[in-house]
């Protein structure tokens, strides 16, 4: 075989090569998909009707095909939160159960301040402080609060997003009966109807679930890194060098 043909082959070979990586980068999530289970249940609000709640409180009750349990350790609740207000001390707005004087179990707060039309919002969960503040023009803020157990049951973290921008992490102590999302006890609060609440969204995954995963399920798109695109483009690479090199 001449240099010119061998040349020819391995040209051949690799643009086979990249043509059977197309079609497996295609094909392949596909497959993955209908095999594997969903990663994301996604629950629909029963209560507050409508997913709406702009005056008094209201407990967390939900339907979904993929779950009948009514304590969920992994779950995420999501909601666009209109604030209009200065608060000098921390405010409930969602806790994971309630009492006769209010909210109990573990608690997101909400501290805010104004100026020139703009709200600066800071946010605590099980009493720690996330690490930034959220700024918003009209005091409205589509919030996602991701709550996960950990594999041994004895902590658990929070992350908080302001859309698809995070707000930080807190981590605490996994109790029973307490850090669980509960049918009919989890609830919503307005604060003498001082914070207003739409678009109320509830989710539970399983452990392989991604953040990313969990705000797509609620219509946030988050751009994943494309590993198969940077492969392809990789051996296109290659296949120009060896190209330059015949």
Not at 15 to 32: C, D, E, N, Q, R
Not at 37 to 60: A, E, I, R, W, Y
Not at 186 to 211: G, P, Q, R, V, Y
């Amino acid at each position: 075989m001449t240099a010119d043909s061998q040349s020819g082959y391995k040209l051949s070979v690799m643009k086979k090569l990249f043509v059977s990586s197309i079609m497996t980068a295609v094909l392949l999530p596909g497959w993955v998909n209908a095999e594997s289970p969903d990663l994301v249940t996604l629950l629909s609000p029963t209560k507050p009707q409508n997913s709406v709640l702009s005056s008094g409180n209201s407990s967390l009750t939900w339907m979904s095909e993929g779950t009948t349990e009514t304590s969920l350790d992994n779950f995420a609740i999501s909601f666009q939160l209109t604030e209009t207000r200065n608060t000098s001390s921390p405010q409930n707005i969602f806790s994971t159960s309630r009492a006769t004087g209010g909210a109990s179990g573990n608690a997101l707060q909400l501290t805010s301040s104004s100026a020139d039309d703009e709200y600066t919002c800071l946010f605590s969960y099980a009493g720690q402080s996330f690490d930034m503040t959220a700024t918003t023009e009209g005091g409205s803020l589509l919030l996602t609060l991701i709550m996960r157990k950990s594999e041994d049951g004895r902590s658990a973290s929070a992350t908080l997003y302001s859309g698809t921008q995070t707000l930080g992490t807190v981590s605490f102590n996994f109790t029973s009966g307490t850090s669980s999302l509960k049918w009919d006890q989890s609830s919503i609060w307005t604060n003498a109807a001082k914070e207003t609440f739409t678009d109320i969204k509830l989710a539970t995954f399983n452990t392989e679930a991604t953040d990313a995963d969990i705000l797509n399920a609620f219509g946030l798109q988050v751009p994943e890194p494309a590993t198969a695109s940077l492969s392809l483009l990789g051996l296109a690479a290659l296949m120009v060098r060896r190209r330059r090199k015949a």
